[in-house]
Each structure stands twice: as C-alpha cells, then as structure tokens.
C-alpha cells in the first residue's frame, strides 16, 4: 500500500498532516505517541514578534462543532527558529503557518523560513489594518497581493495560501492565489462564529466571535475543495471536520491531495495515527494500491 | 500521560449537581494528588476537564459537577460496566516537601475534590481542612475527609457548619497554627482572599486553577492564566497547580 503523496514536488510520506493550531509545535503530541508517523506537521501559526493572544475564555463548544479564539498567541518566528524547528524539523515535514498583520510582516516572515521549512502556509484570515481591520482572505484582489508579496520572499520553499470560507466566492480567491504565486492552497480555515450562554446573557468566548471547526462543518469544507479543485490547477491541502479515515477518503476525492486534521486532535489526541491506519485499510479493502489516485476521483 | 480504555465501576450522585465517577484502568497508573484528567463524552468534540479525587490501585475517582449538556451526558450515559476514554495522568499537581509536615488545604465548591487527593497521597502528614460548600445539600466526601486531623466545615449560607466561606475559616486557624504549607482550590473570589489573608506571612501556598480546555496537553494554547511576570502559563501543562504569587488571580 503506497500512501505516499507528492505536493510540490515535495514528498509526504502519507497525506495526513495535523492542522494548525490544534498541535502546537509536535512536542506535546510526541509524549503520546512517535510523531514521524505523520505526513508532516503544520506548527501553530507564527507571527515575527512574540503575541500574546486573546483573553479567556478561549473556547466553547456546540454540537458537533468548537469554537476557538486563542488569537494568534505564540513564542514568535525566532523562538520557533531556535527551539522549536530544530527539534522538529527531520522527523516530518515542517509547514510552517504563518501570520501577519501587514503586507510587510508577510514579506518579512516569509524572508525568514524561506530554505528553513517544508512548506510556508499563510493565514490569510487575519484583520488587514490597512484596510480598516478587513481579513487579508475576503476579496480576491486581496488574496492575489497578500500571496503575491509572500511569494516574491520566497527563493525556495513552496508556499500554501490557506483559504478562509468567510468570503464572497472561494473558487474566486483560490484562483486569485495562483495568479498570485501560490504553489498550493490549503481550505478551509475556520468559519466565524458566535455562541451565547442565554442563562448569563452573555458571550461564551471572551472575544465574543471565534472559529468554528469540527465534524459539523464538513460538508461545507467539503463543497469548498471541490469548487477551489476545479478552479485551480495547483494542489490542495483539504481539512474541515476531518474524523475518520472515510472523511479524509471524501476530502481527497473531492480534489485534495493531502488533508489536515484539526478539531479531531482534541477528541482523540490519536487521532491523525488512527486515519493513517485506517487510509491504509481503506486503499487495501477498496482495491486502492495508491492513495494519490483517489485526488479527484467522484465522477 | 496516556490514553487508556477504562470500565465506569460507579458514576453516582454524592451531592445536589455533584457526581462521583469511578472506573479502573487496565493496570495501576501513578497519579499525583492535584493531577487531572481529560474523558470523553460519545457525541462530544471536547474531553471534560476533571481533576483526580482519589487514585487507590487500579481504581480512580473523579468528582463532577454538572454544568451543561457534556456533563449531564457523562452522568446519564456512563453506568457501572460502560467503557470509558480517559487520558491520563495530566498536569503538575500538587508537591509537599518531606520537611513540610504540617499541610493546610483550603477549598470550595468543585475544588474540594482535587485537596482529598493531597489527603490520600500525605496520609503521613498532618492534615488541616478547611472545606467550603454552598450549603448542606452540597456537602459530601464525607468519610475522606473525615480523615484530617482537624476538619473545618464551613458553607455560604450557614446551614452545616461555620457560616461563611473556607478562607475565612483558615484565617480563623491562621493565627495559632504554623503551618508549613498550603495547598487551595476554587473560586476566583475565594483564591484572591486567600492570597490577601497571606500576604506576608512567608507561608509557601499552591493554587489549583480552574479554565476552559482544548487539548488538555500543553498544544493548543486555550486555557492560559496570567503569570505576575506578565507572561501567559498554560494550565493543563504548566499547572494547573501554580504558587500563589506567581499568578495574577
């Protein structure tokens, strides 16, 4: 059974990655259970200062779906540079997630892992406060420069350009980050939410609004890949709800070639081992010798 | 830390909203007394955060409020019988040195349970507890603390025991008794007049703190506390137990 995918050129020994976000640099995971098993890892996104995040509560929880605003907090791209990615970097791929609140800190950011990662992926999601606090992800004219100017900082790693759902036409915007440069995408991020405790008249996340992610917004996830997929000729990294071997097997037929789970991690912290485990199976117990052929496979 | 596939023993109310849930593992697991757990709930993207009670073998005990959909399914779905995810153990915990002898545990509402873990694990030490509980319908654990070498009860409206909350009790003791260390868990309100009543007085004191979870693991950065030095502590990893002055409360 060959689970072994190609994106970019570069080879990912199976196609399931743990998102960004839910998995930290790898390190905590690892006391769990032998992280090279995994395809690679997206490290929590990384902005070039130190942030310190949002004030808590940071998460609630609704049926069959979470919603998180932590905000970005992390050690800064140095911190990950010196202690982080020389821990992790040899035991899987490294996608490195990056943020910004500028055209500038993208530029800058992606100027510092160029050579230093696997792949580089941009959080487009973030407020554009050029642009009155607009998310960077909203409007393709948008999506094109923010990619163009974090991939004219980029000599030699393969850049992803991670899609937010909140827009007017996702399809659009994948386009437009190829036009741009990207030499992948990855979709969806999180879909903005809110949640009320109507006993305490009150928000349940401190920021008031979070992302939404989890079992319950597959389907969504699932319609975006296929729309971007048949928008772009560039490979799709495809996440959103991913519980199951048979849910990553939906998200590679609707045109990802790799897939990333998020919320799941939180479940069952084994969780990206069981969907490898259960990828093999699948291949095995559908007469499938490699899983790359099913990328795109619903008629 | 691990995942194990645990058999519920007992999943029964103690007190009014308050559930003891026992299961055994497969074999003995170590659990230090403050340490937490994370279990899971069928139909749940989130495992509930719940702190050990008590760790005897292969027998482990947790206590649960109920507070919303999550934990009233734990308390309906999970008899005696029913198997279980549990990861475990997780957290810091709570640590007296040999010298410290004489142990002060401060506690109120939900927070009494982790300190009966400090009574199982010092059983040589000399024990005081000073429990807080809304009222008499919320006291339980009776025969484990009954364990202390001196008990004090207290609850909100006065209906068993002192009337008032456990910090005031403490306060009471404070005076007479030297103590070498305290450990406390509970509200907000109830810390912060424990950290005033010891301001100092050079008594080294731990905290438990309480805060909605992700991971549980140290990875998703969801459930942070201030520390004084103004950087953000993780309190499934870091803590969840925390000297008293090094967190902002």
Redesign the interface.
Known sequence: MDLSVQVCGVTLKNPVIPAS????FG???D??YDISVLGGVAT?GLTLEPR??NP??????RQ???L?A?GL??PGVEHFIEQDLAWLKGKTRVIANVAGKTLDEYERICARLDGLVDFIELNISCPNVKCGGMAFGIRPDDVKEVTHVAKGALKKTPLIVKLSPNCENIARNGAAAEEGGADALSLINTLTGMAIDVERRGFLLANRTGGVS??GVRPVAVRMVYEVYHAVSVPIFGMGGITSAEDAVEFLMAGASAVQVG????????ACPKIIDGLSRWCASHGVSRVSELVGAVS | MREVLATVLENIPIAENIYSLSFATEEEIAVRPGQFCMIGVAGFPLRRPIAVCLAEGRRITVCYQLKGRGTRALASEYAAGERISVLLPLGNGFYAAPAEKKIALVGGGVGIFPLISVMGAYADRDIYAYMGFRSRSAFCMESELGRAKKLVISTDDGSFGLRGNAVQAFERDLGQEQFDVVFSCGPLPMLRALKECLEGKGIPAYVSLEERMGCGIGACLVCVCDRTDGAHARVCKDGPVFAIGDVKL
Do not use: M, S, W
């Open positions: 976000g839910t998995f930290g390190r905590e995971f006391e769990l929590k310190a995040g808590t509560p940071r998460i609630a929880e069959g779906v979470i998180n932590v907090q992390n989890g079992a919320t799941h991690n939180f479940t069952d912290p084994f």
